[in-house]
């Protein structure tokens, strides 16, 4: 897939997500201080950056930037190199404006990077709904802030939005994606999805690869030996094993993914050359 085996592996933490909840798991962080602690700690262990997500009081999923505000300051305050992602997910049938109200964050509470779903899907849970509009109008706020997207790909018609997006001059290069496999109504965790994926997408594209439930160790192995990067955390599996006996937290997956590297003699890249290499910011 890539010549990435030799290079250093682009580490990529979900923490948190819009599904897990405290009874589905006791080690979700959910509040912004939870959160800041547990990016903290796998920070301490390695990685590259994180995709975040907000949660209200309650524990439910907000768009509120006050919220994301605390979260960022918290990480910014002790780890100003990790590359920040903010999510701009349309599940919870939230606007546009609802959806991009985390880009307003200014100064030091500005995120490097937003997700940004290349088109609707369908969950096992529910829909996730990003009509054409929306995709072009977060498109648009991202580029005028000066913030990279992080292109969310699940399945080839998404790859090919990638291309309009470039062509359209909506997404400035370099360019970033995860590719997300596992999920029923998209593309699975098999050699030729992945393969199919990459044949549309732009040739010099940054990746991760990053597998949901029971694929994501699959997924894992498969990103650690030949792809740029991968993608790990409770947003997409709260298990260590596939028999559902060991439940995960995030540190213990970032040392399982930090194993899987060693086998391969890849080191997980710094945050700052993840930011030379996108082109972002070096310091806050």
Same mark, same amino acid.
């Given at each position: 897939?890539?010549?990435?085996?030799?290079?250093?592996?682009?580490?990529?933490?979900?923490?948190?997500?819009?599904?897990?909840?405290?009874?589905?798991?006791?080690?979700?962080?959910?509040?912004?201080?939870?959160?800041?602690?547990?990016?903290?700690?796998?920070?301490?262990?390695?990685?590259?950056?994180?995709?975040?997500?907000?949660?209200?009081?309650?524990?439910?999923?907000?768009?509120?930037?006050?919220?994301?505000?605390?979260?960022?300051?918290?990480?910014?305050?002790?780890?100003?190199?990790?590359?920040?992602?903010?999510?701009?997910?349309?599940?919870?049938?939230?606007?546009?404006?609802?959806?991009?109200?985390?880009?307003?964050?200014?100064?030091?509470?500005?995120?490097?990077?937003?997700? &940004?779903?290349?088109?609707?899907?369908?969950?096992? %849970?529910? !829909?996730?709904?990003?009509? /054409?509009?929306?995709? +072009? #109008? *977060?498109?648009?706020?991202?580029?005028?802030?000066?913030?990279?997207?992080?292109?969310?790909?699940?399945?080839?018609?998404?790859?090919?939005?990638?291309?309009?997006?470039?062509?359209?001059?909506?997404?400035?290069?370099?360019?970033?994606?995860?590719?997300?496999?596992?999920?029923?109504?998209?593309?699975?965790?098999?050699?030729?999805?992945?393969?199919?994926?990459?044949?549309?997408?732009?040739?010099?594209?940054?990746?991760?690869?990053?597998? &949901?439930?029971?694929?994501?160790?699959?997924?894992? %192995?498969? !990103?650690?030996?030949?792809? /740029?990067?991968?993608? +790990? #955390? *409770?947003?997409?599996?709260?298990?260590?094993?596939?028999?559902?006996?060991?439940?995960?937290?995030?540190?213990?997956?970032?040392?399982?993914?930090?194993?899987?590297?060693?086998?391969?003699?890849?080191?997980?890249?710094?945050?700052?050359?993840?930011?030379?290499?996108?082109?972002?910011?070096?310091?806050?």
């Amino acid at each position: 897939m890539s010549s990435a085996q030799t290079s250093e592996l682009i580490l990529n933490l979900a923490p948190t997500g819009m599904v897990p909840t405290r009874a589905l798991s006791a080690s979700v962080p959910l509040q912004p201080d939870e959160i800041v602690a547990d990016v903290l700690a796998c920070a301490e262990i390695g990685i590259t950056g994180v995709h975040l997500h907000a949660r209200d009081e309650l524990g439910a999923p907000t768009y509120r930037k006050e919220i994301y505000a605390r979260i960022i300051g918290g990480i910014r305050e002790k780890r100003p190199d990790l590359v920040i992602c903010v999510s701009c997910s349309g599940r919870g049938g939230i606007t546009l404006e609802q959806r991009a109200e985390v880009l307003t964050l200014d100064a030091d509470l500005r995120p490097d990077m937003a997700s &940004l779903t290349l088109s609707s899907l369908n969950f096992p %849970g529910g !829909a996730s709904v990003t009509s /054409p509009d929306t995709v +072009i #109008g *977060l498109a648009h706020e991202m580029r005028s802030r000066g913030i990279k997207p992080e292109l969310e790909v699940f399945d080839l018609g998404m790859a090919n939005v990638v291309s309009y997006l470039i062509d359209h001059d909506l997404v400035d290069a370099p360019i970033y994606a995860n590719l997300i496999l596992g999920n029923l109504a998209s593309a699975q965790a098999r050699f030729l999805d992945i393969g199919c994926l990459l044949a549309a997408l732009p040739a010099n594209i940054t990746y991760c690869l990053g597998g &949901l439930g029971r694929w994501q160790f699959t997924v894992a %192995g498969i !990103a650690v030996a030949a792809a /740029p990067g991968v993608r +790990i #955390g *409770l947003e997409d599996n709260l298990w260590l094993d596939v028999e559902r006996t060991i439940p995960a937290s995030n540190g213990a997956m970032i040392r399982k993914v930090h194993t899987l590297a060693a086998v391969h003699d890849r080191k997980v890249m710094t945050p700052n050359e993840l930011r030379r290499r996108l082109g972002l910011r070096l310091a806050w």
